[in-house]
């Protein structure tokens, strides 16, 4: 196993949600380690449990982030589960692959199977909705106490062209690729609107390649080694059309995947991978960009913020919510919360424990629908006492989540993706 | 091994299918500590006192070695099942049962994490002071089986100052609530601070009750570097002697200053051999004042450099140098064994010289801090284990170190505790009649010798 070695002190038990939940060790980060690398080692025959404790990480990388000795507890498991492979093709298991490994990848049959997706929220079982967290979500949400979110009636490659291109009245200043996600590109693609608007009117050539495909996120977390290479080569090869630019996402977890994720076939594109309210922000500052007075804003880009109008002495209190898949990256947190607080009608609010998953982003959570649903409460509660009119993330899986819970709580707050606010 | 199976079905009979565990996983996964690894038998996760009670009555009538454990962050191998047996883990009983604030006391169950506890107080405007390194992880129970102590010892004192109350379930299953409610109470010996720093030999810790105090008004912190550790060791007689108790005093050596400066590019003034972090909390007039004072200590000791913090965000840069020292060491070797002596504070200096020696004696690399105030020192080896002659100058270095703190008057364990570590060398401290008598102590509580076997030589 490569990396430094884990010498049991303990302390990422401090930050496991998942540890936090069962409260048993072997569900704990410094566990699921030592059990991974005595299986990798031959140690250990792996067992029913074995399984149950490498499935349960919800890949939240805190124990990553926390390990004082270096060592990469979350990739250390996703390792094991990729190792696991197949493991035995029970009907769960083979809906897993199938939504995984066959269906993610075709966006030509996702967008019609969108269309029909109320068939889909009867025929997953409760279960399987977890592994795959952000598209299947959206597929499979209403079932039980999940709400559906407002699907695309089309997708965003029937609403732009492959090439959009700036107005004329805007200077050109340079050219970029979009990695929609399955989210961004299907299902809700409102965000992504907003930022092709926003880099449009910065100057920007924004390429919303047909081909790409699903980054291959659900297929690795889910242990599909052979699903998720292909995923890798498949972009890898689409986006060498488009050479030299950056390559921006809307969603964490696409982020995490394609920039650290990605090995030898991917490494090129890994390489250009930037987010996207990051690269706006790098922008804004260098050019001095600053977001037009609300008194300048469309009324109703206005209204649907909230309630109580919009003004420089009464900004939209707006919140940040940091996705887990950001917690190795923590420069994207500082550059949105700078970029947020530049508008004038804007003032950011921190939410209390900072970096706590919500239980919406990520893999695996609707697997363990307790954990996600306790997270998910507690997070909403910690944005309705932070006063804020709008919490932001930049993962759609973060977004429903925060929005189903804030509706639960009967919450004035909402939930949206920190492009839709950017991008006005 | 396995438990006898009628015994197994009794235990899952009392714990539920949750709380029972004995596949492979779960046995590996409650085996370990930092020192030490011995595969338990089962591992029995009790929710309430009355399920703790049923378990230890059974493993009592079956003679089943029991280990108690909180979250397993011993350094000194002290949870370890070494003989088998069942795991008691507290780690499912975790609440905070209650926080008074006429009564200034908190009530919490063993497996609370002591983060937690100090959140619930704090919540209230109420401090549970002692803090290991390990307090958002290590449990309350853990910490009062070891009697943890932490940076602000010196002023605050230790887990053992804070006790109440506790509920102990004994080896036969009795559950029995020692001490009180009362702030003062001198009824009897004192069984809870008996327990305090038990290890786990006498009884399982089900609940705990602790004093909390005001939480003071402000805090405020300087960083002080000087030529070598003698001269910040006597930096801290002479501030003690102007009637300031620092609530943090850590002290640090040249090679951790190096080390701190090379990993985070922190520069570390010219001619620093050693660094004094310093705290003093209270209301916020007095600081200013002591703050000013202790300044002009560092003045007269010669300080090659100075920074000090009012804000928050001040504050963390200047602890950056102590947590990321210890963090950045940690990624350097393959293995960094931290040890744990005390001594008088008056010896302190001549503890860290001491301990200089035999590093370069034994061919160590050695990097020491320190809890300067009370006189706690954390030599840190870094080596690399499995290569024959670095193994076995760790070895050599730990008992000569231990040896020396011996003979200079100190303890061989401030904080961590004995465990199997410093087994051998309890003796020698304690000698033939207090070990008799702790030996007896244990027979009273314990006649069958269940609990937490391998340990102490019964
Ligand atoms: C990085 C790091 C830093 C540390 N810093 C400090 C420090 O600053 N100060 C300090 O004092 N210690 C420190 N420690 C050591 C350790 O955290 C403490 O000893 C802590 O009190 C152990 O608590 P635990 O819950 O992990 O107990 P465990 O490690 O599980 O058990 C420790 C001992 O207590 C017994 N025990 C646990 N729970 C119970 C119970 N409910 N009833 C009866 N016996 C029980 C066990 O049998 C064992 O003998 C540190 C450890 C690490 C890894
Ligand atoms: S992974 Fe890191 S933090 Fe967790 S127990 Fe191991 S060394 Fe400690
Ligand atoms: S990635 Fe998150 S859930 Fe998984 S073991 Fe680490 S801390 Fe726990």
Redo the contacts with the bound molecule.
Sequence with gaps: MKGPT???????LSVCPSYKHHLVETFG??AR?DLARAVAAGELEPGLRYHDAIKSCLQCLA?TE????G?D?AQIILDARLAEGDGRLTLKRRLEKFVTCTLLPRRELMRNMIRVCSFFQHVFPLDTRGSIRHLPDALCGAAGRRSMPDLAKKSLFDLLPERVMPPDNVTQVGEVALFTGCFGGLVNVEASLRLVNALSLRGYTVFILRAQSCCGAPAQLSGFKEAFEKAQAHNAEVFASCPDMPVLTLCATCHRTLSREYGAAGRELAGRIVDAAVFLQRHDERRGFIGALPENLPAAALLRLRERPVTAADPLVVAVHDPCHFRLDPHVGRAVRRELAARPWIRVVELKDPGTCCGGGGVSSLKNPDIADELGEARARAVVESGADIVTAQCPGCVLQLNNHLKRLKADARACHTLELLGK | MSLPSDIAAELKKILGPEGFLDSEEDLRSFAYDLFATHRPDAVALPATVEEASAVMRLCNQRHIPVYPRGSGTSLAGSPVPVLGGLVLCSSRMNKVLEVSVTDRLARVQAGCVTGNLQKAAAEKGLMYPPNPTSCLYSTIGGNVATNAGGASGAKYGVTRDYLLGLTAVLPGGEIVHMGNRCQKDVTGFDLPRLLCGSEGLLAFIAEVTVKLIPMPESIRTALAYFSDVTEAGSVVADIVSHRILPCTLELMDGVFLRTVAEVYGVPCPEGAGAALLIEVDGPDMVLEGQMKTIEAICEQHKAVGMESATTEEERDTLWKARRGGTAALVRKADRLVTLDYAVPVSLLPRALKIMEKLAEEHKCNVVTIAHAADGNLHPMVLYSPGKPEEDAAYEAFCDASTRAILELGGTISGEHGIGLEKKAYMPMQLGDEQMRIMRGICRLFDPYGIMNPGKLER
């Design positions: 884990c010498e049991y002190c303990g302390r990422c980060p410094r380690i124990c926390i390990c004082g000795k060592v507890g």
